[in-house]
């Protein structure tokens, strides 16, 4: 990561994010959440943690009437510069600036592994959906990253600890009973894998190795063996990590 990655975090992430979003399967995914979520044209639809707003726009072309909400300003900023036209606000998760029963879609991706109790993010999307709504939730499993490396030792460290220093790293998994404690019903859970081969994941887990390093986990001496390892296999098209996307989705009664 460069010297302008740790000063503008926010802003490396919006450079992975478009990458990631790309890429043909995330494509899929997003289209397969599209379906999960039903919503006709007309529809009131929340996308929550939307981030530049990709999702918010490519709802908006369906003929929804789509709001992007996310805690971070200068995500909103992004978005709102990219897509004029749409509806975005600053927003928290826990405490949305929507009515009761205002929608009938609520849409989150990548969002509950950042609050230790997801379940008060759920609670408040019951109350803005109506009776009815739907509920779709998406996002990764953070301790079940599968990276490919000579140390495979190392590498379990380095993901498990990583996945640690998160409020809710298993979040993703917990999806369907989540749901289900929420008082939802109808609920369904998938599993989707990403497979990355190409550099554009190297910055991810060159991130984890450093977050891990600096939490005093691993040595510098680790990391920068790893951190090696897995560059040079980005340079020789040896790079592979796989990531269970978990996709869930349910029916307020």
């Not at 919503?39 to 490519?58: F, I, K, Q, Y």
């Not at 003929?63 to 992004?78: C, P, R, S, Y």
Request: hydrophobic share 45%; with cysteine.
């Amino acid at each position: 990561m460069t010297e302008e990655n740790v000063a503008n975090p926010t802003r490396h992430m919006i450079r992975l994010l478009d990458a990631f979003d790309a890429r043909p399967e995330a494509v899929r995914l997003r289209e397969r959440s599209y379906e999960l979520l039903a919503a006709e044209p007309g529809d009131r639809v929340a996308d929550v943690g939307c981030g530049t707003g990709l999702a918010v726009a490519e709802l908006v072309e369906r003929g929804v009437k789509a709001i992007g909400l996310d805690i971070d300003e200068t995500m909103i900023a992004e978005a709102r510069r990219r897509y004029p036209d749409a509806e975005f606000q600053v927003g928290d998760a826990l405490r949305l600036p929507l009515a009761d029963g205002e929608l009938t879609g609520y849409r989150a991706e990548r969002v509950l592994h950042g609050f230790a109790d997801a379940g008060v993010a759920l609670a408040e999307a019951r109350r803005v959906l109506a009776p009815g709504g739907r509920v779709v939730l998406l996002g990764q499993d953070w301790e079940v990253a599968i990276i490919d490396s000579d140390d495979p030792e190392l590498t379990r460290t380095i993901v498990h600890a990583r996945a640690d220093q998160l409020p809710n790293p298993r979040s993703a998994r917990r999806y369907r009973n989540l749901l289900l404690d929420a008082g939802f019903t109808d609920v369904t859970a998938e599993v989707h894998a990403g497979v990355l081969t190409d550099p554009v994941a190297l910055p991810l887990v060159i991130g984890m190795a450093r977050a891990v390093r600096a939490a005093g986990v691993i040595t510098a001496e680790q990391e920068a063996a790893w951190v090696g390892e897995q560059t040079r296999r980005a340079r020789t098209d040896r790079l592979f990590v796989a990531v269970p996307m978990f996709l869930a989705a349910a029916r307020r009664p």
